[in-house]
């Protein structure tokens, strides 16, 4: 399905609930204002009303989208599972195994999978990747972490930063505070997406931290994406107003932070 999602082409929603919608469980800060949760809960987008959080419904994995992506030949890049954590503790981990596969014989396509639980994805990578005997993902297969705050920083990109992979990746949105310092984890990340939250209830993102990250990126050569300021900014501690009502329109952003860039794929 095609995406306003500015850092990809397609979004691949290959798991879903088996009567309709999606399911996902809540896990850190940055899921509060799930925007997942928002449209699972109107019937009108498809949703099925089921809050994100308790047991699990019974789900179903896509095979069929999956079996499709070897025989697309237009080179487009998927956002896999937008509307879940691929790597969530409910999902089964033969499901992950049939999804890399399915990425594996697909090298015309590039697979950007996101997950607020690296150490799940690690362990499910590693295991796949013992099981085909090679030593790291294919460059088609993107790995990324959800970096809201300082402590997620600290808790999860260490573990991304074990994955094998030509591209490991960090969205950094919702963006909750200013992470500081983040030289220590560059060197094992390739790109950063980060942004300021959007919809009813944003939290505020100053663009100084979305500064501080670009600056940091542009010292360290690492490439950074600034996808949106979001819906409720500050900038040089006053209110930053912008017409695109997500702060999504690059031309809005002040000058140093207008910077979208992709992932250098001869940087390993
Ligand atoms: S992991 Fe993502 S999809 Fe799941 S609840 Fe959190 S924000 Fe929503």
């Not at 950007?112 to 499910?124: F, G, Y």
């Not at 295991?127 to 085909?132: M, T, V």
Request: neutral net charge; aromatic residues 10%; hydrophobic residues 35%.
């Amino acid at each position: 399905m095609s995406t306003n999602i500015q850092w990809a082409d397609l979004t691949d929603n290959i798991i879903r609930t088996k009567d309709g919608g999606w399911w996902c469980q809540k896990i850190s800060p940055g899921c509060a204002n799930c925007y997942s949760e928002k449209l699972n809960q109107n019937s009108f987008f498809g949703g099925n009303k089921l809050p994100y959080s308790g047991q699990p419904p019974e789900l179903i994995l896509d095979t069929e989208a999956i079996r499709k992506w070897g025989f697309q030949k237009k080179p487009k890049r998927h956002f896999v599972a937008s509307m879940t954590d691929v790597f969530g503790e409910w999902v089964p981990r033969h499901w992950q195994r049939e999804m890399l596969d399915g990425m594996f014989v697909a090298t015309k396509q590039t697979f950007q999978i996101l997950t607020k639980r690296p150490e799940i994805m690690l362990s499910s990578i590693d295991e796949w990747l013992d099981g085909h005997g090679i030593d790291i993902l294919p460059n088609n297969i993107w790995v990324g972490t959800s970096i809201e705050n300082r402590q997620t920083l600290e808790q999860r990109s260490p573990i991304l930063a074990q994955i094998p992979a030509h591209v490991r990746f960090w969205s950094a949105e919702p963006l909750l505070e200013d992470l500081g310092d983040i030289s220590q984890f560059l060197q094992d990340i390739h790109w950063i997406i980060c942004g300021g939250e959007s919809g009813a209830n944003s939290r505020p993102c100053h663009l100084e931290w979305l500064q501080s990250i670009v600056q940091q990126c542009q010292s360290f050569q690492k490439s950074v994406f600034v996808k949106q300021v979001g819906a409720n900014a500050y900038f040089q501690q006053q209110p930053f107003r912008t017409r695109n009502r997500k702060g999504g329109d690059i031309s809005e952003f002040p000058m140093q932070i207008q910077v979208r860039e992709f992932p250098n794929l001869t940087c390993d």
